[in-house]
Every structure is written in structure tokens, then in C-alpha cells.
């Protein structure tokens, strides 16, 4: 059972659009919402998250939007660079204090 | 550099072979989680360890069991191996168990002959 559903599977953007990474839940009891950014080679790293007390949480090109009543949420990257060429994972848990469940990630090129 | 140290960094073994992959948390870290991620399934959660005790347990196969020991450092030891254990073994520690952030290691890529 995927707890995390994320779309799409690949993306390709071109350099300086917009790239949008969507997320679905089941568990209404998830309340924490990171996302993680792994280039290859390297382990995830955070990137952003959002607890559901807010609707959108934005740091630098990179916005989270949550939309509680339809348990999705998703990324935004403004202005894509070919640097943020990488795959995108979205994740949940209770509160920060379960596991984080990811979803199956979003590969990410950005073309110039 | 995320602080989390992953031993070996690349391994190659046959079927039927146990082996063991070792990870260092961050300076302080009590928490330690093993992912394995594939092509198909993504980062999948296997099991966490909080300050030597065993604290959550996910898709881990009864092959694969894992231990924390006083030093905080962690083992991941899979045994029986199968062509379909190939994969990309992560560690991650976080500080607390209310820390929501993961610092992932660089991964043992495990790859099954």
C-alpha cells in the first residue's frame, strides 16, 4: 500500500520555467511534509517541508502548496536551472516522529 | 557532506551470501534508519533505531536484520541474498525522535550476481 503518491515520474523543463511536482496522501494523520532533493550519487537532502498550519511555504525559487482537504500537496520551482537537475522525493509522517514515507520521486531535468 | 558515514560504498556479492553494511550517524544522532532504494519502488523504509533500541520496523524481510550498537553506529546485515536485493542501501540519522529531518548517508550500493 503507497501511503505517498507522487506524479510525474519524470519531467523536463526548460531553463527558467516552472517546474511542478505533485503529491497525494491517504493518512490524514500525516501533519509533516518534507520534501528532499537527491542528486545521483549523493543521499536525499532536505529541500523543504511544511506542517498543514499553513497553506504555503516558500524559500527562495522553492514554494510548498498544501491543500489539506484534498490531502495533496505539491513543489514548485521558479525559475528552473539545469543545477536543479535532480530527482525530487515528497514525503510524510506524524509529527515527525514516524518514519518518513516518500513517495517514488520525480526526475527532474532542466534544459537550457 | 552530510555527516552520515555509509561503509561499503559499492558491493558486489553472489546469491545464497550474507553481508553487512555499516553506517555512522551524525556527531549526537540517537536515531538511525535504513532505507533501500530501487528503480521501481523508490526509497522504502526498512527499519529505525532510536539510542540502541529498535523503534519502528518497515517492509524488512525476514532475511535482514539490523542492530545499533552503544556507540550509536548501526549494522544492516542481509543474509540470504537474492537477485532482487540489489539495490542502493541508505542510512539516515536525525538527532531526536521529534526531528523531522533525515541526513542520509551517501549509500551502499548492493549489487546481487
Known amino acids: 500500500q503507497q501511503q505517498v503518491k507522487q506524479s510525474p515520474q519524470s519531467l523536463i523543463v526548460q531553463k527558467g520555467g516552472i517546474s511542478i511536482i505533485n503529491c497525494a496522501y491517504e493518512n490524514t494523520a500525516f501533519d509533516y511534509f518534507p520534501w528532499y532533493q537527491q542528486f545521483p550519487g549523493k543521499g536525499p537532502a532536505l529541500l523543504i517541508a511544511?506542517?498543514?498550519?499553513?497553506s504555503e511555504k516558500k524559500e527562495g525559487r522553492f514554494t510548498i502548496s498544501f491543500n489539506k482537504s484534498a490531502k495533496q500537496f505539491s513543489l514548485h520551482i521558479m525559475d528552473s536551472q539545469p543545477g536543479d537537475s535532480a530527482t525530487y522525493f515528497c514525503?510524510?509522517?506524524?509529527?515527525?516522529?514516524?518514519?518518513?514515507?516518500f513517495g517514488k520521486g520525480t526526475r527532474l531535468s532542466v534544459i537550457a | 557532506d552530510s555527516g552520515v558515514t555509509q561503509t561499503p560504498k559499492h558491493l558486489i556479492t553472489a546469491t545464497g551470501q550474507r553481508v553487512t553494511l555499516r553506517c555512522s550517524p551524525r556527531s549526537g544522532d540517537l536515531s538511525v534508519y535504513w532505507y533501500q532504494q530501487s528503480l521501481d519502488q523508490g526509497l522504502q523504509f526498512l527499519i529505525q533505531y532510536y539510542n540502541g533500541e529498535e523503534r519502528a520496523k518497515g517492509n524488512i524481510l525476514e532475511r535482514f536484520s539490523a542492530q545499533q550498537f552503544p556507540d550509536l553506529h548501526s549494522e544492516l546485515n542481509l543474509s540470504s541474498l537474492e537477485l532482487g536485493d540489489s539495490a542502493l542501501y541508505f542510512c539516515?540519522?536525525?538527532?531526536?525522535?521529534?526531528?523531522?529531518?533525515?541526513?542520509f548517508g551517501e549509500g551502499s550500493r548492493l549489487t546481487v550476481l
Open positions: 539516515a540519522s536525525s538527532a531526536n525522535l521529534l526531528s523531522g529531518e533525515l541526513f
Open positions: 514525503a510524510a509522517s506524524i509529527s515527525g516522529n514516524t518514519p518518513l514515507v
Open positions: 511544511i506542517r498543514p498550519d499553513v
